[in-house]
């Protein structure tokens, strides 16, 4: 029987994941990961390399804790936000979660995803790690198309158009940044699924 040995530090200071990983994934949002390196994002995180190397392995296990990161606090957001609660359909919960996509401090996560696509990031040996967070956003929305009466085939295939737009608008949006356009395009997707 084989057992990973885990040194006494590691064990000792495995609390300070969570911090790092949060002060990380700031820095990966604020800087990407075209260029990234794990030495200056230590030092950012005022860390030594070793540190940072005995809470990540590599630079890939960074950005997938990142990525589950950024996936996560979205969809504890998602969760906890009263006034999606009140949303009454798939169209509601679509305008209120794009007003809060809109907002700039959560377009760097749209920066992040389109950096991951552009770098091919999917056809990496983790790709499954990098994909699996992309599609459950289909699963989500298809969850409350299926609510609001599109069977399981169509809500699948609608969510995914939907998505599609959502994502091409946040693209045009960072580009442009011409917000008065990217809403009217939104609403014009809106009729597809009713108000």
Aim: net charge negative.
């Amino acid at each position: 029987m084989t057992t990973e040995r885990v040194d006494g530090r590691t064990l000792r200071f495995q609390h300070r994941r969570p911090e790092l990983l949060d002060a990380a994934t700031e820095y990966v949002l604020d800087h990407g990961i075209a260029n990234l390196s794990l030495r200056p994002v230590a030092q950012a995180l005022g860390v030594t390399h070793a540190t940072l190397l005995r809470h990540f392995s590599s630079k890939d296990e960074l950005i997938n804790a990142v990525v589950d990161k950024v996936r996560a606090d979205l969809f504890a957001q998602v969760y906890a936000d009263s006034e999606l609660d009140t949303a009454g359909s798939t169209a509601q919960l679509l305008r209120i979660t794009w007003r809060r996509l809109c907002e700039p401090k959560a377009q760097r996560q749209f920066l992040l995803l389109f950096e991951i696509v552009a770098g091919k990031g999917w056809q990496s040996s983790d790709a499954s790690e990098l994909r699996r967070p992309i599609l459950d956003d289909v699963d989500f929305i298809a969850g409350w198309l299926k609510r609001d009466g599109w069977t399981p085939e169509d809500a699948s295939a609608l969510a995914t158009l939907l998505l599609a737009q959502i994502r091409g608008l946040q693209l045009d949006l960072l580009i442009s940044g011409d917000r008065a356009r990217a809403d009217r395009a939104f609403e014009l997707a809106l009729p597809q699924i009713g108000r």
